[in-house]
Every structure is written in C-alpha cells, then in structure tokens.
C-alpha cells in the first residue's frame, strides 16, 4: 500500500508526461503528451528550442531577437520508444513514456540528456528539468555570479538583488543571465533558460546524480546549443543580440567617485590628469551632482552652471557620465513627478495606485520601463542631459534597490500590454530601463553613439549597455573575483563588461591599487571608482611609485587601442568576448579550471594575463600548449606547463602567442582621439601564419554602418618571412600617416635590411636599477628588429 502511495505521489509530480502523438511542422515538431505539449523547433543549425506549452503562454518577450531561420533540413523517425529527430548538427532521441530529451551529436555521442528517472517536473507553479551529469562534466557561465571558473558542485539563483560590499560566495547578485554551457569528454552544449521569473540552476550541488534547471512560474522554455564553447557563444549572441560599437571614448579610462562635488572639485581632478600626463577620457558625476538625489536636476549651489562645465570639461578632452537612478520623487513641484503621473508611467499595485519605495531621494515611484509610454517618456526626460552635451548614462539601483530590500511581488507591470508582476518583471526590469536609456539617449543625440552603464541586467542586455559588477570591496579576493567575473559576464554574452578598479568599499592600500590599475587596463570596462568617506583613490593617491605605475598601464591601454577597438569590433559581430576565459580555447585542459590558474585569460586573442595578489612577489603561472613570448622582455617560453616567477610591483605577467600581430599606437596621449599618426606592428615569431583586423571609424557616430570606416586584413606569413596589409575597404580616411614593423623573437640571421634596436612598452620606474635585482624588473626587450614605410589604403607588403 505505501508503495502505491509513493508511486501516485510521484506520478503526480513527473510533468513530462507519456507520448501520445506528434505533428511535423517547417522548423521542428509539436510532440503531445496527456497534460503538456512540446514544441521543438530548429533556430539554426545549432540552436534547437524546447518549449512545454500550457493553455496560457507566459513568455519572456525581451530576451530573444531571432526567428527561426527556416533553413535547418531534418527528417524524423518514429520507433515503439522514442522519436528521432535528425539534422545535418544534431539528433534528437524524444523517449516517449516518460517524454525525456537526449541530444546526440553525429558520431552519436550523447552531449546533453535528461535524467532518465526525474526528467522534468512540476511541483504546484515551479517547473524543473533534470539533466543526467556526465562523466567529468564541468560548467561554466551564468553570468554575473561568484564562486570558482568551473561551477560543478554549486548552486545558483537568478532574483537581481542590490547588495553592498558582497562577500565573496554571495548569490544572488544584480544581473541574472541564465545561460550555461557544460563541458565533457564527448564536447560542449550551451543551455539558455528564457523565463525571467526567479530562477534556480544547481550544476551537482549536494548531489552526484544531476545538474538542473528551475523556474518558480511561467513556460518552461530553453534553447540548447551545440558545438564548440565559441560557436555556443556566438550562437547564443545570434539569438539574444551584440552589442553596437560603443563610442571609442567610453573605453578609454574612466574616473569616478562618490562623489565629486562641487564643480570646481570636477574640473581640478580632470585638470589634474592632464597636468600630469595620465590619459583619461571621462569624468563620472555620482549622485551629489543632483538636487537631493532626484534624478534629471542639478544641485544649485554644487553645480550652478552644468552646461559651461561640461563644455569645460571637453574643451580639456573629457566626456561627462552621470548617474541616473530610477527612482521618481514624490515632490509636487518636481516635473519629472508631476509629468510623469500625468502621462501614468510609473509602476502600480493592483487597486490602481502607484507603489511607492524609499531610495536616495525619499519615497519615490518607479517608471515600468515595460511600457513603451513610459520609454517615451523616460527620452523626454533624457534631453536635459543629452541638451548639454552628455553622452554617457549609468543605470545605477535598478535591481529595484529600495530601502528595506523587500521589493513587494504584487505590484505590476504593464508587459506591452500582457500584465505582468514583480515576480516576472523584477529581473527584467534594469534590461528594460537600459533599454530605454540607450533607445532614449540615441534618438536624442543626433548620430551620436552614447555609452550606457548598467548594474542590474538580463539576458538580452548587451545590446544595450556595458554592465559592472557593482558594489565591491576594497582587497584582493574582490579584486580577483571581478576577473572571474567579467569572464563569466563575456561567457554569457556579454563582452564589455568591468568592476570598480581599485575597490567600491573601504580603503585599499597602495599594492592593491598598483595591481588592479593594472589587471583594469586589461578590462573590457576600465573605471576606477570608491565610495564616499574612504581615502582619495585617483591613480595619483597612493604615492610616486603607485602613480608611475598607474600612468604606465593607463598608457599601455590606450598604446593598444588599435587591438582592442578591432576586439570590440569582433565581439558586435561574432558575440566573441573581449576578455576571453582560457575555456574558450583551451576547453579540455584541465589545468586552466585549477584555482591556481582559474583567473587567467586572454585578452582579446593573443594576450594573455595572469592577475597576481597585491601581496605576491612569486607568482604561479600556467601557459596553455603552443609557444609564448614574455610580453615586456621577449622571452621564449614553450607551453603546456606552470612555473613559478618572481614579479615585481610594476610587474603584471603578460603573455603573447607565438605569431601574433599586435598593433599599437606608439604616439597615444591625453585620450582616445588623441592617437597620433604613427601605427606600430608588432610581430612575434613562430611557425604559424596568422592574421587580424585593423580598424579605424570616426569612434563617435554611427556613420560606421554606412560604410564610413577603414578597414584591412593583416597577414603575417611565417614561411615568406612577410607582412601583408591588404587593400583597405571604406570611406573613412585613416588617420594614419606611417606604419612600423617591429620583429620580436626573430634572430638577426633572419631578417635582412631591418634595424636592430631595444623597445619597452613601458617607461622604467624612475628610481630603476639595474642592478637591484630584488627591487625592479627591467620591463624592456633588448633586441628587436624594425623597418618603417609610408601607410597608404594600397597593398602594403613587408618582407625580410
């Protein structure tokens, strides 16, 4: 009898039902079940959705930009137990009592199943679906989450969440990208959960049986994705979106604090990093630029003349970024309260009234930036800024952050009419609001491109705006935890991404600064920023030693504008990250998932970094297969294994593939319109041909889409001893006057007609010496091999 009870009670929570029949359509198959139906529908090739239909869709309409694209060929097979579902890619094994999924790929290796005893369940609104864990499989993505590379062994939540100064282990956060991508012996699958009510995701969290994926409301609706882990990448990009060129200024360096104030306090910092000869190309103002905090004013007295400074600032070649909460309040004679209650766009509680929370301002109400009126609305309200020439907005407290943390799931959201509540809307609303930030501040500005910051996100959120990892703390843990975290961010779609360099929460001392100044000029998002009431943190706070350091990166970053404005450019096309997690590569070396090694990545395609501890002096290093050259000194080092290296302070272990072009502006200055006429080509020796991008456009409008850019392939062929730099195609009229190969690791024996001389990327600390071996590094190679030549749009070939 208990048996029987057992059996009816977990007969009652299986939700995948027993097969009944199917029917074939253009993209895929609709299988039914007793209670469910199940529509799997082929995007691309790659890119399969699995949607459990109910009587009433409840559906994510934000996320996913694609249809499918109705050119996947596949035929099906039905047998006594399951369906076959083939393509070209893919086989899909649909097991009918109960239904169950299983994709195969060609060779007939499983890369993704469900557990065949707990498949997928329903337990009152929560769907789940469990996935049998395979041998050694690893998990990595998710977005913005804690906790080590490989996730295997965690257990995560998405519910965007404001929280101050996390520790290290903490979830969830502000974002929530509910998208994976395991990893086995028999290769790589992504999955992307498309519901954004909270979510749970346990990747053999107390268990050694299953991975899983859950939702607390809504269709259970999920896209899985084949093949290697950037292909599941761009595939995943192709189908929620990339980001546009942001403007060339926003990734330039950034700095911020809570808060600059009054305006002569804004215009003393930014005269102080041209005094100083440290090139930045923002100025952020935090929320005491605002009368009390409210949102599109100007505090009188701290800024009484915003346009005139903001023209002073870019008469000194700064940009201006303001923050910009959501929070409305509730003041009567405060327009943006009062027209925003008269053209009702604020969120509701059932009964009709708006919610009110208590933020920064006072007690406010909230725009539903669900609601096209209130986007529109949100623009109007943007001009005051975009009027004045401010191009850059951080969406900052839009989790919704209010005071007491306890966001009521009753209120409403208006969905482009579906309706909605918090439970659904809460962890799309900052997607939304940098939406309308983005959609608002384009249209204002006239073919300019603006630069949109975002703390809270989901899915989709790329192409919108860069995203941070907000409130960190000032050591080395958050530091190092940042880097991980912004690999996730560029794992899951999301490849301008950063943290405050430097720390958001308490005071760092000066090491900690030196080294993450550093790690954060090798940041997609390079922004230093502290909090109100802790010690100055300007690269220039921490002493003459810290400060030479700092301008040494600072320089390097935009030194290497070329080669990470053509990464930017690869990651609007392909979705490819800019800082690129050594899993992308390296996927089956087990090394690289180690904790030891778990911070390093790559840096665009061929450099890579390996971030060290304020407190390391010896650092462990581990180089992935293929020969590598020490970025500052040349040094040879063959891959495949880990060594131990004493750095110094100056010292950030830098490291480039064999072969790899690397192009540089060598006469880079104040900021990043300010590049010079000079464009270095930097050539490391190996056996293989290589090639890259390089590209320039005016970095401010989007005159780049109508084909007024400047573009070229250069060609490094190993064998002919040569350098090609295709014709260049576009109408934009390169900047560039004289082009100049440099030769690294080459022997003299092999290169003809070139001169030999030293090179350093960097300048020597001023009190360097040579001889005091236990004090600093000598960041210089000592031979190199050069030639220089006029730079035209012809094809341009250098041989040695």
């Known amino acids: 009898m208990l048996d029987i009870v057992k059996k009816e009670k977990i007969n009652r929570i299986l939700s995948g039902g027993n097969f009944k029949s199917f029917d074939s359509a253009k993209d895929g198959i609709k299988v039914h079940s007793e209670d469910y139906s199940y529509r799997v529908t082929f995007y691309n090739k790659r890119t399969i959705r699995v949607h459990q239909i109910n009587n009433t869709p409840d559906e994510n309409p934000y996320s996913v930009i694609q249809e499918p694209s109705g050119s996947v060929q596949f035929a099906v097979e039905e047998h006594d137990d399951t369906l076959i579902v083939s393509s070209d890619e893919l086989d899909i094994v649909i097991n009918k009592a109960p239904i169950l999924f299983t994709f195969l790929d060609k060779n007939g290796k499983t890369l993704n199943e469900d557990d065949p005893g707990l498949g997928m369940q329903v337990q009152g609104e929560q769907k789940t679906v469990y996935k049998k864990l395979q041998k050694e499989e690893r998990f990595v993505g998710l977005g913005e989450k804690t906790g080590p590379l490989d996730r295997k062994g965690k257990g995560y939540q998405n519910w965007n969440t404001d929280h101050f100064a996390y520790h290290i282990e903490a979830d969830p956060l502000y974002a929530s990208i509910p998208f994976y991508i395991g990893i086995h012996g028999n290769g790589s699958y992504g999955i992307f959960l498309d519901n954004s009510y909270k979510s749970h995701f346990n990747f053999g969290a107390s268990n050694n049986r299953f991975s899983s994926f859950s939702v607390d409301s809504g269709d259970l609706n999920y896209y899985f994705f084949a093949g290697s882990v950037s292909e599941i990448i761009e595939s995943y990009t192709w189908l929620t979106g990339r980001m546009s060129l942001p403007p060339m200024w926003s990734i330039g360096y950034q700095q911020c604090r809570y808060s600059y104030y009054p305006d002569t306090e804004v215009l003393d910092v930014a005269k102080k990093f041209r005094d100083k000869d440290i090139p930045a190309d923002v100025i952020v103002l935090d929320i005491h630029y605002m009368d009390q905090y409210k949102i599109f004013s100007w505090d009188k007295e701290r800024f009484p003349y915003p346009a005139q400074m903001v023209d002073l600032l870019k008469e000194m070649g700064f940009e201006v970024v303001v923050i910009c909460d959501p929070g409305i309040k509730k003041e009567d004679e405060y327009e943006p309260y009062t027209s925003g209650t008269a053209e009702d766009v604020f969120l509701k509680y059932p009964d009709g009234t708006y919610y009110e929370g208590e933020v920064w301002p006072g007690w406010c109400h909230f725009p539903d930036f669900t609601k096209s009126e209130s986007r529109e609305w949100w623009k109007q309200m943007m001009k005051s800024y975009t009027e004045i020439g401010i191009k850059g907005f951080w969406n900052d407290m839009n989790e919704i952050a209010t005071w007491g943390q306890m966001l009521p799931e009753n209120i409403e959201f208006d969905f482009e009419g579906e309706g909605a509540t918090t439970r659904k809307g809460r962890n799309i609303y900052g997607h939304q609001m940098a939406r309308s930030s983005y959609e608002g501040a384009k249209s204002n500005l006239d073919g300019k491109r603006p630069f949109i910051l975002t703390r809270a996100g989901f899915a989709g959120v790329q192409r919108y705006s860069a995203l941070w990892t907000g409130d960190n703390v000032a050591n080395d843990e958050h530091m190092l935890l940042g880097v991980r975290m912004v690999n996730s961010l560029g794992l899951s779609g999301v490849p301008f991404s950063g943290y405050d360099v430097g720390g958001f929460a308490g005071n760092g001392q000066s090491n900690l600064f030196a080294r993450w100044i550093q790690v954060g000029a090798f940041s997609p998002f390079f922004r230093g920023h502290s909090m109100i009431n802790s010690h100055d943190s300007e690269p220039w706070s921490y002493g003459e030693e810290v400060e030479e350091i700092s301008k040494n990166y600072i320089r390097l970053r935009y030194k290497l504008m070329p080669y990470i404005y053509g990464a930017f450019l690869k990651a609007s ?206 960041l210089k190679s000592e031979t190199v091999f050069t030639v220089e030549t006029a730079y035209t749009n012809e094809k341009i070939t250098i041989s040695w």
């Open 573 to 778: 096309e392909t979705g490819s990250p800019i800082t690129k997690s050594l899993c992308i590569d390296y996927t089956h070396d087990d090394k690289i998932y180690q904790a030891d090694f778990e911070n390093q990545y790559l840096f665009g395609e061929n450099i890579l970094v390996a971030p060290l501890a304020s407190n390391q002096r010896f650092g462990k290093v581990y180089l992935p297969e293929g020969d590598w050259y020490e970025f500052f000194t040349d040094e040879m080092i063959t891959g495949g294994k880990e060594m131990i290296r004493e750095y110094a302070l100056e010292h950030l272990p830098l490291f480039v593939k064999a072969s790899s072009i690397i192009p540089i502006y060598s006469d880079a200055s104040q900021n990043s319109k300010d590049i010079g006429e000079h464009l270095e080509l930097h050539v490391y020796h190996g056996n293989a041909n290589s090639e890259i991008e390089y590209y320039e456009d005016d970095g401010v409008s989007y005159e780049n889409e109508n084909g007024v850019f400047h573009r070229r392939t250069i060609h490094f062929d190993a064998i002919e001893k040569s350098i090609s730099l295709n014709e260049a195609q576009g109408s934009y009229k390169s900047r560039i006057k004289k082009v100049k190969l440099v030769l690294h690791g080459f022997q003299e024996s092999d290169v003809k007609d070139l001169k030999k001389e030293s090179y350093s990327y960097v300048q020597p600390i001023s009190n360097f010496d040579p001889f005091e071996n236990d004090r600093r590094d000598n």
